[in-house]
């Protein structure tokens, strides 16, 4: 997702060798007849086409990030405000990346800056860990006004009760979050539950091909102990009193993804519940955020608007990002 200047050097090489390569295509076939040299342009389409998406993306990152976007991650993410700060430049990064490809949609609701920037940020945190992450099969993300049914209608009554969707069949490549509940997953650090969190780590899951609560790139160290432990906990009769939602136990992609949540929301109380659990996630995401939240700067409950802001600067919240952000809303 974000172009080093390595990664840049090695897609150049690669476009000219793709241009080349028509080129001589093009070459061979002209000794067969001369017409054929008119189709010499397709080298230049080759490595256009090979380049400007890398092309695209070092010019975005390039860019000043927007005060607004600064903002909101400041006052509404927990996550990026551990962060250090070289950290804090590659989650930016991240942010630009997906915001400039990935259309954010309002389904009967507006869609603010807030929300776009809180979509980003829950595609963000789960893949800090990896290296070069791409969420390849996702074309939009629709924002709905509430909670809404399996096929998709916010007005089924009582099956009115899913916030959040990766769709399948002819919404395949599409996100469904609720607006409202996106914005409670960032105003509450302590419940365990961010739909947004939730719905990118199905993402994750999917990046083998399969949503089965096996993402790839696990290693084997974690792999068989993960599939015996999953196996396991679905085999177990789940009566209430657990420290695990019991959503977990629908299956295995469930449990993968409620167990995302809990692990980026409170990871000091699932490290301190089930040890074992914790370091297997932490082996999958490659982040250790009982670690990065130890180091986060205490704040109040509660920003109110005569506050000291967030960001650090010394001004009254009022006054610095509250005044930033398009639309706040009370921290939680």
């Not at 090979?50 to 996550?79: C, D, H, I, N």
Request: hydrophobic share 35%.
């Amino acid at each position: 997702m974000l172009i080093t200047p390595d990664i840049d050097r090695r897609n150049q090489r690669f476009a000219l060798l793709s241009a080349l390569l028509t080129l001589a295509v093009v070459g061979g076939l002209a000794l067969l007849s001369p017409g054929w040299l008119l189709l010499a342009p397709l080298g230049g389409a080759a490595y256009y086409l090979m380049r400007r998406t890398t092309v695209r993306r070092r010019r975005l990152l390039e860019q000043p990030f927007p005060e607004q976007w600064e903002a909101v991650l400041v006052t509404q993410v927990e996550y990026f405000r551990a962060l250090d700060e070289p950290r804090k430049d590659k989650f930016r990064n991240l942010v630009k990346v997906f915001l400039d490809e990935i259309p954010i949609t309002g389904i009967r609701t507006d869609v603010d800056e807030t929300t776009r920037v809180l979509v980003a940020a829950s595609a963000v945190i789960p893949v800090m860990g990896f290296d070069d992450w791409e969420y390849s099969g996702l074309g939009e993300v629709l924002i709905y006004p509430g909670s809404f049914s399996e096929d998709y209608r916010t007005d089924a009554g009582e099956n009115t009760n899913t916030l959040g969707m990766v769709g399948v069949g002819h919404l395949s490549g599409v996100m469904i979050l609720s607006k409202p509940s996106l914005l409670a997953g960032f105003a509450n650090q302590t419940d365990k539950r961010n739909v947004g969190i939730h719905e990118f780590a199905h993402l994750v899951d999917k990046g083998n091909g399969d949503v089965d609560g096996v993402p790839p790139g696990m290693d084997q160290e974690t792999y068989e102990p993960w599939i015996r432990w999953v196996g396991e906990e679905l085999r177990r009769d789940v009566s209430g009193g657990e420290h695990i939602d019991d959503y977990a136990y629908t299956n295995e992609a469930e449990y993968f993804a409620v167990l995302s949540e809990y692990f980026f929301e409170a990871p000091a109380v699932l490290q301190k519940k089930n040890p074992e659990l914790y370091s297997m996630l932490q082996s999958i995401y490659h982040q250790n955020p009982k670690r990065l939240f130890k180091r986060r700067r205490p704040r109040r409950r509660r920003i109110g608007r005569n506050s000291p802001c967030p960001c650090g600067s010394g001004e009254k919240y009022k006054r610095c990002c509250r005044r930033k952000t398009q639309r706040g809303f009370p921290v939680a």
